[in-house]
């Protein structure tokens, strides 16, 4: 009954969305690093509820700058935003 228990609690959680951007070539990681800045600039701007924003290199040619949303942002932002795609975000810690 405690994992019943532990899945209901679960539903009950808002999910996060990860937006991100894709950029690709030798620039990649620096334009995903600008990228970052606008996105908080964004974020301050509009007061937004967000804390979780940053970039990252995937690999020599592909980096992603991205922020976590929770879902009922998840679609105004979207439509502002235009993200490249998202993804469910977990916090693995």
């Known amino acids: ?3 019943v ?4 609690k679960f539903d ?3 999910r996060q969305i990860k937006l991100i951007w894709d950029f690709r070539g030798p620039d990649a990681l620096k334009t995903a690093e600008h990228q970052e800045i606008h996105l908080k600039e964004f974020i301050q701007i509009e007061q937004l509820p967000i804390s979780i924003s940053g970039f990252q290199q995937i690999n020599e040619f592909h980096s992603i700058a991205f922020i976590v949303v ?8 979207r439509d502002v935003l235009k993200p490249h795609r998202g993804e469910l975000y ?3 810690a």
């Open 1 to 3: 009954m405690k994992d």
């Open 5 to 8: 228990l532990n899945l209901l």
């Open 12 to 14: 009950k959680m808002e």
């Open 70 to 77: 929770n879902d009922d942002l998840m679609r105004k932002l």
């Open 90 to 92: 977990t916090d693995i």
